[in-house]
């Protein structure tokens, strides 16, 4: 019968066997899916496999250090990639949501194609699919945009031209966690909820700038963290941030303010597909609210989504 430490026995054999002593170039995303695809791949070839992760400057708060730290804890041979500034240059002025998406797959195969010319003799590509993403061939988002294909890094494009090698092709999700923890990879990255390729920008309504990321990113911060310490991260599929383009009056002691609102997302689901808003404890919506509101300047309002996919989407663009 199926165990992790059979599969993950045969497959770094069969890996060995694809790969030989050629080099193995990979896109990470800090995801379950390509750190326990890298993770086998590097239990196979070790340092052959060469790792490379962006910082699109869209990510969460401290994710990129956090990550690479992780990565460095694994043992996996990964180079961080710090191109925050020229997706910032290029995301300006775009309001679409469409248009923010394509913008940052198109610099994310940009930056990855020119770190992987700085490697000689890499022929081979890795990738983290899984088994729904090989059958996924309708989007949620419908006929002209494929999510994964056009925006997770587990499915580059084939522009490359390279053989592909996919130790995780004919799993499921709860298959890799086990395969992950059998591995030894940390329970907190298993256990992250799923996270958008294009990150905050698709949370950022509107106009993205440095200053609304850092907001959101401290607003989904405190969120996060107030999740887990009162256990219910693991209680919702995903939960995040909204930073919403709406700007409200509210009074700070003897001062009126007119700052931004955060809404907050939580849902239950269990593939995305359709969700349930999370049903979260009055208690801790108060906790929030009020932690957010009296710690994020610029913020002075916070509301709670609940609306259930469909016809609403888990995220707002
Ligand atoms: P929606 O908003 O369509 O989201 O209900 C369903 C799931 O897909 C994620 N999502 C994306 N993931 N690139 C991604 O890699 C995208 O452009 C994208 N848009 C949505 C979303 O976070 C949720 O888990």
Redesign the pocket.
């Known amino acids: 019968s199926w165990t992790p430490a059979h599969f993950i026995t045969d497959t770094v054999n069969a890996l060995k066997q694809q790969i030989g002593n050629r080099k193995v170039i990979m896109a990470l995303s800090g995801g379950v899916d390509s750190t326990v695809a890298a993770t086998l791949i590097h239990k196979a070839i070790g340092n052959n496999l060469y790792g490379i992760f962006v910082d699109n400057g869209v990510l969460r708060k401290n994710e990129f250090e956090q990550v690479l730290d992780t990565y460095k804890t694994i043992g996996l041979n990964v180079k961080g990639v710090n191109a925050k500034q020229l997706f910032y240059d290029e995301l300006k002025g775009k309001t679409d949501p469409e248009a923010k ?1 394509k913008t940052i797959g198109r610099l994310f195969i940009e930056v990855f194609q020119a770190e992987a010319k700085t490697f000689e003799g890499v022929e081979l590509l890795g990738q983290g699919t899984i088994y729904p993403d090989v059958i996924e061939s309708v989007s ?2 419908g006929p002209s ?1 494929t ?2 294909s ?3 890094v587990g499915g580059l494009p084939d522009i490359m031209h390279l053989e592909l090698v996919e130790p995780l092709r004919y799993l499921f999700k709860d298959e890799v966690r086990r395969v992950g923890h059998e591995l030894g990879i940390p329970a907190d990255l298993l256990n992250r909820h ?5 990150g905050l920008a ?1 949370r950022i309504l509107g106009e993205i700038t440095p200053d609304k990321v850092a907001l959101l990113q401290e607003a989904d911060h405190r969120y996060v963290q107030g999740l887990k310490e009162h256990k219910l991260y693991d209680q919702v599929w ?1 939960a995040g941030a909204i930073l919403l383009p709406v700007k409200s009056v509210g009074v700070m002691g003897d001062e009126r303010t007119y700052e931004f609102t955060v809404a907050l997302r939580a849902v239950t689901s269990v593939d ?2 359709t ?1 349930d808003w999370a049903h979260l404890p009055y208690e801790f919506l108060a906790h929030i609210s009020t932690d957010i509101i009296n710690n994020v300047r610029g913020i002075n309002r916070v509301v709670y989504d609940i609306s259930s ?1 469909p016809p ?5 663009e």
């Open positions: 998406r949620v988002h945009v999510i994964k056009h925006h997770n799923p996270f958008p390729g294009p698709i995903q995305g597909m969700a996919k609403a989407t888990i995220e707002w």
